[in-house]
């Protein structure tokens, strides 16, 4: 996923010339409580927050030029970057918003804090069925009950509960990634696990080979 597929659109910009008073109602109006400062051509030039007007106003500021963020001191990403590039800017600097520039520097975006939320809980969503899907075609020559055998030895070795192969394969069509995550005690484990399976099979296949 790449963040122009990620980012919110119907965004609001502000010239470096505007008035403080527009601004904060253009922003009230609009719900939108950071924003893109650009030029006439609408390239990025700044950043300003509704805590920053806010400021101005307490400090007798005018325009937004007078309490922006310059370009060069705020987080911003290109159109075609990978979206985790997004979520990890957002983390590394404790930012809600982040502007997403084209190759001229033309805003086109803004990836917002509820846009990352959103994706993350579509992804937590996809069936863990999905997930062994993919697994079965990237082992070649691997069959499905192959695969499944292999997941049931490998969570009886881990849990301790007898589990069959139907059992396994019931339970990963009726759990969600985000489900299964939870389950296992977090993303880590729930990929220790998959390789574990991985390796297993492998090795049950070409113990079969040399018989």
């Known amino acids: 996923m790449l963040v122009n597929e990620m980012m919110d659109k119907d965004f609001i910009v502000v010239s470096p010339d505007d008035d403080l008073i527009d601004v904060s109602i253009l922003m009230e109006k609009k719900l939108r409580f ?126 301790g509960k007898r589990v069959t192969a139907q059992d396994y394969e019931k339970r990963i069509k009726n759990s969600t990634f985000g489900e299964a995550i939870w389950a296992t005690g977090g993303l880590e484990k729930f990929f220790v696990g998959l390789i574990a399976i991985g390796e297993l099979v492998i090795a049950r296949k070409v113990a079969k080979a040399r018989k």
């Open 34 to 159: 950071t924003t893109p400062v650009v030029d006439e051509k609408k390239k990025l030039i700044g950043w300003i927050t509704s805590l920053d007007v806010t400021r101005g106003f307490r400090e007798g500021k005018k325009k937004v030029k007078d309490v922006m963020y310059a370009k060069e001191d705020i987080v911003h990403v290109q159109k075609d970057d990978p979206a985790r590039l997004a979520v990890m800017e957002a983390s590394k600097y404790k930012v809600f918003n982040i502007p997403v520039i084209n190759d001229e520097d033309v805003v086109v975006g803004v990836v917002r804090a509820f846009d990352i939320v959103k994706t993350l809980s579509s992804l937590y969503e996809v069936k863990v069925y999905k997930i062994f899907e993919a697994m079965n075609e990237e082992l070649k020559g691997v069959s499905w009950d192959e695969l499944m055998e292999a997941s049931a030895i490998v969570t009886r070795r881990r849990t």
